[in-house]
Each structure stands twice: as structure tokens, then as C-alpha cells.
């Protein structure tokens, strides 16, 4: 049974740097094929995916926040983590992690990110 | 604005079938597949189509999917109360070289 939780901060103060922690279990993320990824959703809004990181250390980000963004992994203990930073109050929203196989197939309940002063 | 195009609404009476469409482009739906994802309310994204037309073990056989070209659609079925939700359509992009969603469709049953 694949399960994944987000943790991390609840509330930021803008120009901070956030970090999400993912973690994971009922796969490993050493196995061919299979990576984590983080997708976000701004109350109300639409879905927006904004990195994957693979079983092979391969990186993937949204072109659009590509700069303000690292994923890193930690396979012994079974986590992912994001970071993003120059946080501003658009960037409020639901962070989800969420395991890559066949596209995201399974999701983490998600963790909601206030960014205010 | 997404990079695939989903109409906002769609709504159905109990029973009837009901599409809801996703467009997007070369780079996109016309060279990779698609995916689809179900949310409830207050929940997280739930898979309910991938590679196109493969429905995941426990999703009835009311939701199917298609492609054509640079574009995709959801079907749904004998359409029930509990298909209210928003519906979002998702593929990788070549050119961005990462995924993509669309912008949901919010399905209402009458």
C-alpha cells in the first residue's frame, strides 16, 4: 500500500524560504522508473505542478518557477523534500506530494501553505 | 491560464452520460498521454485515467477516456450523485519538458 505525507510549515512570511517534506512508504524510490513529485493548488484554483525528482537523482521543474525551486531526495529514509524560496503571498496553496508512475497515481492528503506577514 | 484547455462547467442529470474535453497542443496530448484526476471536495486528486483509456484497479467502468490527435476527453456514465467533483486533465509537455494540467472542470449532478 503506497502512502505519502506532506509536513512542513503551515504559515511563512514572505521573502522566506519554505521547505516540504514528503514522506513515503510502500515503495522505494531506488527502484527504476518510479519518482515523486509536487504539485500545488492556490484555494479555489487549478492544479500546478511544480517538480519531480526520479529514482535516478533526474530533476524535473516548471520552467515558470524553475529558479526558485530544489528537489532532493533521501532514499534511506524515504523522503523528498522541496524547497522554494522568495515566498510571496501568491504562493498560498495546497502542496501535495505525490508518487510518479504511471503519471501521479498516488497523492498525499496535501498541506496547506499560508504566506503572510 | 493552463496550458490545456477545460471547459469550467458541465453538469448532468442522474443517469445520463456526460464528456467533459481537454485540448492542448503538439507538444503535449498530440505526442504523450494523457491523464485524468478526479477531486472531491476538500480532498486530494484522486487518478482516474492514465495512459489515455487505462482506468485504475477500482474505478468503475462508467469513466472512460479517449484521445484524438490534440485532444482528449472523459466520459462518465450512468452519471451519480457522487461524481460531483472537479475534473482535471494532465499531460507531459516536450517542450517544457514537464507536466501540465488543465484549468478543471467542475462537474455538477442536477
Known amino acids: 500500500q503506497i502512502t505519502l505525507k506532506e509536513s512542513g510549515p503551515t504559515l511563512v512570511k514572505p521573502t522566506q524560504t519554505l521547505t516540504l517534506t514528503c514522506t513515503f512508504s510502500?515503495?522505494?524510490?531506488?527502484?527504476?522508473?518510479?519518482?515523486v513529485g509536487w504539485v500545488r493548488q492556490p484555494p479555489g484554483k487549478a492544479l500546478e505542478w511544480l517538480a519531480l525528482?526520479?529514482?535516478?537523482?533526474?530533476?524535473r521543474y516548471s520552467p515558470s518557477l524553475k529558479r526558485r525551486l530544489t528537489i532532493t531526495k533521501d532514499t534511506s529514509k524515504n523522503q523528498v523534500v522541496l524547497t522554494m524560496t522568495n515566498m510571496d503571498p501568491v504562493d498560498t496553496a495546497t502542496y501535495y506530494c505525490a508518487h510518479h508512475g504511471r503519471g501521479f497515481d498516488y497523492w498525499g492528503q496535501g498541506t496547506l501553505v499560508t504566506v503572510s506577514s | 491560464q493552463s496550458v490545456l484547455t477545460q471547459p469550467p462547467s458541465a453538469s448532468g442529470t442522474p443517469g445520463q452520460r456526460v464528456t467533459i474535453s481537454c485540448s492542448g497542443s503538439s507538444s503535449n496530448i498530440g505526442s504523450n498521454t494523457i491523464n485524468w484526476y478526479q477531486q472531491l471536495p476538500g480532498t486530494a486528486p484522486k487518478l482516474l485515467i492514465y495512459?489515455?483509456?487505462q482506468r485504475p484497479s477500482g474505478v468503475p467502468d462508467r469513466f472512460s477516456g479517449s484521445k484524438s490527435g490534440t485532444s482528449a476527453s472523459l466520459a462518465i456514465s450512468g452519471l451519480q450523485s457522487e461524481d460531483e467533483a472537479d475534473y482535471y486533465c494532465?499531460?507531459?509537455?516536450?517542450?517544457?519538458?514537464?507536466?501540465?494540467f488543465g484549468g478543471g472542470t467542475k462537474l455538477t449532478v442536477l
Open positions: 494532465a499531460a507531459w509537455d516536450d517542450s517544457l519538458n514537464g507536466w501540465v
Open positions: 510502500g515503495f522505494s524510490l531506488s527502484t527504476s522508473k518510479v519518482g
Open positions: 525528482i526520479y529514482w535516478d537523482a533526474d530533476k
Open positions: 495512459y489515455n483509456n
